[in-house]
């Protein structure tokens, strides 16, 4: 894992999967961030050049062999970020910023995530997208996770399943071990809340993909629904 580390406080996770083509502007970005130290792509079993993209672009990359889901994928990154810490024998661990692989240009407007963190009036931030794209059908999912994190925890996010996080190591500790695959957000927010930690959400001019609503994008929103379900069935 040949690692391009700048100092900076704050460590870059992304999640990847046959993101090729907007991968490099993704790591391009979110390496331009203030207190952006290092930048990690973890390649969730792509089947295209996603790794050797994110690679050239200047990213630390890990790969899984295999599909392994977002949760794992998001705990690759953090043990890779951990092991960078080590080596450079740093006083204190970095924060954990995770970015969705497919934003592109507008990851560079993910500063505002990081500042309460860094400031230390947040445990965890949560992107609010300022513009909103139509995500055919996706609301169904969202509706669920939104109505559990308001039973679990008396909490209403304004977007429960938004990946866009900022969190403190001590934060990311305290809620592992994550969630299943896409319901690694939801347990997230409930975990910490019921530990008493504090999160913020903040309203960012970030922008990912549509997920559309063929066949494929379809079936991605039903294994969404059934892993935020399983998340919310083990927090009853």
Same mark, same amino acid.
């Given at each position: 894992m040949p690692a391009r580390s700048h100092g900076g406080d704050v460590a870059v996770v992304i999640a990847a999967r046959n993101e090729a083509d907007r991968i490099a502007a993704t790591v391009t970005a979110s390496a331009g961030l203030p207190g952006v130290g290092l930048v990690v792509v973890v390649?969730?079993?792509?089947?295209? @050049?996603?790794? =050797?993209?994110?690679?050239? +672009?200047?990213? /630390?990359?890990?790969?899984?062999? *295999?599909?392994? #889901?977002?949760?794992?994928?998001?705990?690759?990154?953090?043990?890779?970020?951990?092991?960078?810490?080590?080596?450079?024998?740093?006083?204190?661990?970095?924060?954990?910023?995770?970015?969705?692989?497919?934003?592109?240009?507008?990851?560079?407007?993910?500063?505002?995530?990081?500042?309460?963190?860094? @400031?230390?009036? =947040?445990?965890?931030?949560? +992107?609010?997208? /300022?513009?909103?794209?139509?995500? *055919?059908?996706? #609301?169904?999912?969202?509706?669920?996770?939104?109505?559990?994190?308001?039973?679990?925890?008396?909490?209403?996010?304004?977007?429960?399943?938004?990946?866009?996080?900022?969190?403190?190591?001590?934060?990311?500790?305290a809620a592992r071990p994550l969630a299943h695959g896409w319901g690694v957000e939801t347990a997230l927010t409930i975990d910490l809340l019921r530990q008493g930690l504090r999160i913020t959400e903040v309203e960012v001019e970030l922008a990912h993909r549509a997920t559309g609503t063929g066949l494929r994008a379809q079936l991605h929103r039903a294994h969404q629904l059934t892993d935020v379900a399983r998340a919310l069935a083990a927090r009853r």
């Open positions: 390649d969730d079993g792509s089947r295209d @050049a996603t790794a =050797a993209v994110a690679q050239r +672009a200047g990213a /630390a990359v890990m790969r899984h062999p *295999g599909n392994r #889901g977002k949760g794992a994928a998001m705990e690759t990154g953090a043990e890779a970020t951990r092991l960078v810490d080590q080596r450079e024998d740093r006083d204190t661990s970095r924060h954990l910023l995770f970015l969705d692989a497919d934003l592109g240009d507008t990851a560079g407007q993910a500063g505002p995530l990081i500042d309460p963190v860094i @400031a230390g009036t =947040a445990d965890m931030t949560i +992107a609010v997208f /300022a513009a909103t794209v139509k995500l *055919g059908g996706h #609301g169904l999912v969202v509706g669920l996770s939104g109505a559990g994190i308001r039973r679990a925890t008396g909490w209403q996010p304004r977007q429960p399943l938004n990946g866009q996080r900022c969190l403190t190591r001590a934060a990311f500790e």
